[in-house]
Structures are given as C-alpha cells and as structure tokens.
C-alpha cells in the first residue's frame, strides 16, 4: 500500500462493550493486502469495559490506518447514534466505505482489494457484498454454515434484497457518493440500518454479490440487538412492528414501485414474530405472505400456526445441534 495515494476505502467500525471481540476484528481489518490506501475509523461509543483502551492500543500501533473515535458519552442511550454516524461519515477521506461491527470480523486478506477493485471498474454499481461464515460467541467459525443466499456471483435487484437480509453488514462495501442523504430517509426509528442501507444503495445504481466468503458474522454475541430482543419479548415485538412501519414508508419512499414485495416480506415477518410469541390467531392474518413458496415450506409454515410452542422448541433443538 502507498502511503501517499489519496484514501480509497474508509472502513467503518463501531463498537460498544466489545472488549471480548475487538481484537479479532481489528487484526482481520490491518491485515488487509491492498493497492489502494485504507483507513478505519473506529468508533466507540462510550465502551465501559475498556474496548476504548484497546482501540487507543491498536491506534498507536498503526497510526497509519487506525483513526479513533472515542465517544465520551454513549450516544445510544440518548437517542443520538445517527448524529454519530453522520460525525464518522464526515470524517471519512475514502471514496467507499466498508463496513464492520466491532463483534464481526473479516477473514479474507483480499476482502477490500476485491470489492473495491469492482466498484472502481464498474461505476455504475452503488455496492457489493459477498458471502460470509457465521461465528460462534467465542469467534470459532460454525463448520459448514455460511450467510449466502445465491452460489453464484451476480447482480441483486432491489426486489432481491427487499426478500430478506443478502448479505451480512461486514461484507459490505459501497460507493460513499450514493448515500446522497447520510441518514436514510425511510428508516425512521427502525435498528436495521444495515437492512435500509443496503436497499437505498441498490435504489442510487447496480448491487453485485461477489459469491466468496470473506468475513464472519459473530452470533448473538453479548449485549448485541439479537441478544436483547430474544431474552425480551417486548423489545423484539417493539423492534418487529417498527420495521413494518419501516416498510411502509419504503413503500411510500418507492412510490408504489415495489408494493408487492414490500408487503410479502413485512407480512412474513410479523408472521415469524407472531409465531416466534405463539399467538396463533395473529399468525392466521399473516401466513398467505408465504404463498409464493413451495409446497414443503407451505406445509412447515401451516404446521407451525397450528402447534408454535412445539415448532418452536424443535426448532431451538436443531439450532443448538448445529452449533
């Protein structure tokens, strides 16, 4: 890497209470083998359990790549993480950006000289993403599970990736002059940034899925959203409608354009949520969003509206199995 080229990718890390999972995070992204000058800017936001501390570390061992953003007070808690990625936004000197979770870590060498190598020889696209391990807590990789819904190389429409999450957030990087307004304008109060991030870039030119697995996406790790809402069934309820009505503004955003797939993804996610609570008779207002799939999927789904409490337990019992 030329240290006196121009920066090409910002990397974009936020952290919180990550002290268990920073390291493996930061050493997969100085590991990087690149033509292109990076920098990461890491954003802490007001860790109380010393991530701050090995962030600074890591910063004084490669000032050349590591910017750090500690915050003093935790902006979460006050409602205030946009104004804080708007902040890291500004900063940023790169023409992408890649993106990296504290908890999240890359495993491929190659990862932005890949991705960034595209964009800068397919201008019309706005992102690309790739396929990427799922990780244990403890940052072992889970043998043979990969977050990849094609296996093939190709471009995703805005249809494709309105049918559910494409690719984990670590694999993504895109060209920073299509996010035109820095906060999306549909997302509202919904927590799934990176799920809105990704369609509004897909609505500014291309999306391409490089199908090669270059990070992992770390499971339920401590204190994550996934981890909140599945020990509190209030949060994951709150958090369920909010992305509805997150869709419905996608819908009004789009002008209509995209209404079909829309409302088929929102219902089966109130599907899942009301299944996930066993309440059967809400179940019932949602499970024709599953009518476009096939007939074993159909039948799992049918099985689970009558029996939730059953499904549901067998469906932990193979989970746990895997890992």
Not at 43 to 55: E, F, K, M, N
Not at 139 to 168: M, P
């Amino acid at each position: 890497m030329d240290a006196e080229k121009e920066i090409l990718i910002s990397v974009f890390c936020t952290t919180y209470n990550h002290r268990k999972y920073i390291r493996q995070c930061l050493d997969g992204m100085v590991s990087q083998k690149t033509e292109y000058p990076f920098e990461i800017i890491v954003r802490d936001d007001a860790s109380t359990d010393g991530t701050g501390d090995i962030i600074r570390e890591y910063a004084e061992k490669y000032p050349e790549l590591i910017v750090p953003f500690i915050q003093k007070e935790n902006m979460f808690s006050q409602g205030k993480s946009k104004v804080s990625f708007e902040e890291m936004f500004r900063m940023s000197r790169g023409k992408y950006a890649a993106v990296c979770e504290g908890d999240d870590f890359w495993t491929d060498p190659e990862k932005l000289q890949l991705q960034a190598g595209f964009l800068e020889t397919h201008p019309d696209y706005s992102v690309c993403c790739t396929a990427s391990w799922y990780a244990n807590e403890d940052g072992s990789l889970q043998k043979g599970r990969v977050f990849r819904r094609f296996t093939e190389s190709r471009d995703l429409s805005v249809e494709d990736l309105i049918a559910g999450w494409s690719a984990a957030t670590n694999t993504v990087v895109y060209r920073k002059a299509a996010m035109k307004e820095i906060h999306i304008p549909f997302q509202g109060d919904c927590v799934n940034e990176d799920y809105a991030r990704m369609i509004y870039l897909a609505l500014q030119g291309k999306a391409y899925y490089m199908d090669r697995i270059t990070g992992a996406y770390r499971v339920a790790s401590a204190g994550s959203f996934t981890q909140q809402a599945a020990k509190n069934a209030d949060i994951y309820k709150a958090r369920t409608l909010e992305f509805a009505a997150m869709m419905d503004r996608l819908d009004e955003y789009t002008g209509g354009k995209y209404t079909d797939a829309i409302r088929r993804y929102r219902d089966q996610r109130l599907f899942d949520m009301y299944a996930n609570l066993g309440d059967r008779e809400n179940m019932k207002k949602y499970l024709s969003s599953y009518n476009n799939r096939g007939l074993l999927w159909r039948t799992l789904e049918a099985v689970r509206t009558a029996a939730p409490g059953p499904f549901n337990a067998v469906k932990d019992a193979v989970r746990r199995i895997r890992k």
